[in-house]
């Protein structure tokens, strides 16, 4: 599975972004899809994740009741709605599939996109 992440920019404090993850291959439904985000001088720090139909979505506090993930598998994209951006939103966001249910950890996924900057003025 590759997968390409895309949908980043500039927004200002309040704005909304939607980042997509696009992936290639036919067995994308067999996978679940995280989000991840990396800040300069920061770890990379889970975001949400949501499993391979769909049916379980999990996101990190920070942005629980902000971001919403969905999956589309016969565009075989997940998405990444963000609403309500605060400058500590500013970073690199990262998809990554894994076979597992879910993860949390980035060393249990397997493949993931280039990343796309999403940068939040004050």
């Known amino acids: 599975v590759q997968l390409q992440a895309s949908g980043g920019g500039l927004v200002q404090a309040g704005g909304s972004l939607r980042l997509s993850c696009a992936a290639s291959?036919?067995?994308?439904?067999?996978?679940?899809v995280g989000w991840f985000r990396q800040a300069p001088g920061k770890e990379r720090e889970f975001v949400g994740a949501i499993s391979k139909s769909g049916g379980s979505i999990y996101y990190a506090d920070s942005v629980k009741g902000r971001f919403t993930i969905s999956r589309d598998n016969a565009k075989t994209t997940v998405y990444l709605q963000m609403n309500s951006l605060k400058p500590e939103d500013t970073a690199v966001y990262y998809c990554?599939?894994?076979?597992?249910?879910?993860?949390?950890?980035?060393?249990?996924?397997?493949?993931w996109g280039q990343g796309t900057q999403v940068t939040v003025s004050s």
């Open positions: 291959g036919r067995t994308f439904s067999t996978y679940a």
């Open positions: 990554a599939s894994t076979l597992r249910f879910i993860a949390y950890s980035p060393s249990e996924y397997t493949y």
